[in-house]
């Protein structure tokens, strides 16, 4: 069963075990902006300060220090697959991330997918993708950074 959710779609993962609930986050954001502008903003460390935190590290292997959201400690990034502007397979503390890029015309849009989530888990991370998802926005549109403190209470979109 496929939830809709204004912040996101919560899936069933596609590869999982017949006797297996585990589930993927979706999220989908088109930009009036070229990919690699868009690409620049989620990947280069100079604007990753910006809108998400301090990059350290090197050879696909990366630390970051959030500034702001739900993790207060450095987190370990390690690169899977990069094919820039394009694709960016990335494992976060453990887990898989996939971010795709595609260019129609004069917009950006971008593919988040968030996998091997068990159901319950999805309601704490789910608002956390979707934040920082939020800031990556308001940074290409020169506004206001979001504050974590307004998306814990989005938990109930991920059921």
């Given at each position: 069963?496929?939830m809709?959710?204004?912040?996101?779609?919560?899936?069933?993962?596609?590869?999982?075990?017949?006797?297996?609930?585990?589930v993927?986050?979706?999220?989908l954001?088109?930009?009036?902006?070229p990919?690699?502008?868009?690409?620049?903003?989620?990947?280069d460390?100079g604007?990753?300060?910006?809108?998400?935190g301090?990059?350290?590290g090197g050879?696909?292997?990366?630390t970051?220090?959030?500034?702001?959201?739900?993790v207060?400690?450095p987190?370990?990034?390690?690169?899977?697959?990069?094919?820039?502007?394009?694709?960016?397979?990335?494992?976060?503390d453990g887990?898989?991330?996939?971010?795709r890029?595609?260019q129609?015309g004069?917009?950006?849009n971008?593919e988040?997918?968030?996998?091997?989530?068990t159901?319950?888990?999805?309601?704490?991370?789910?608002?956390?993708?979707?934040?920082?998802?939020?800031?990556?926005?308001a940074?290409?549109?020169?506004?206001?950074?979001?504050?974590?403190?307004?998306?814990?209470?989005r938990?109930?979109e991920y059921?």
């Amino acid at each position: 069963m496929t939830m809709m959710s204004m912040l996101g779609e919560v899936r069933p993962e596609h590869d999982r075990a017949a006797d297996s609930e585990l589930v993927l986050l979706h999220y989908l954001r088109s930009f009036r902006k070229p990919v690699l502008e868009v690409w620049s903003a989620a990947t280069d460390r100079g604007q990753l300060a910006h809108w998400l935190g301090a990059v350290s590290g090197g050879s696909g292997n990366l630390t970051i220090e959030p500034m702001d959201g739900p993790v207060s400690r450095p987190v370990a990034v390690r690169v899977g697959h990069c094919q820039a502007p394009h694709e960016l397979i990335v494992h976060i503390d453990g887990c898989l991330l996939e971010v795709r890029m595609t260019q129609v015309g004069v917009v950006t849009n971008v593919e988040l997918i968030r996998r091997h989530v068990t159901p319950a888990d999805a309601r704490e991370i789910g608002p956390r993708w979707q934040y920082l998802l939020d800031r990556l926005t308001a940074y290409l549109d020169y506004a206001p950074l979001p504050q974590w403190a307004d998306y814990p209470k989005r938990a109930d979109e991920y059921r």
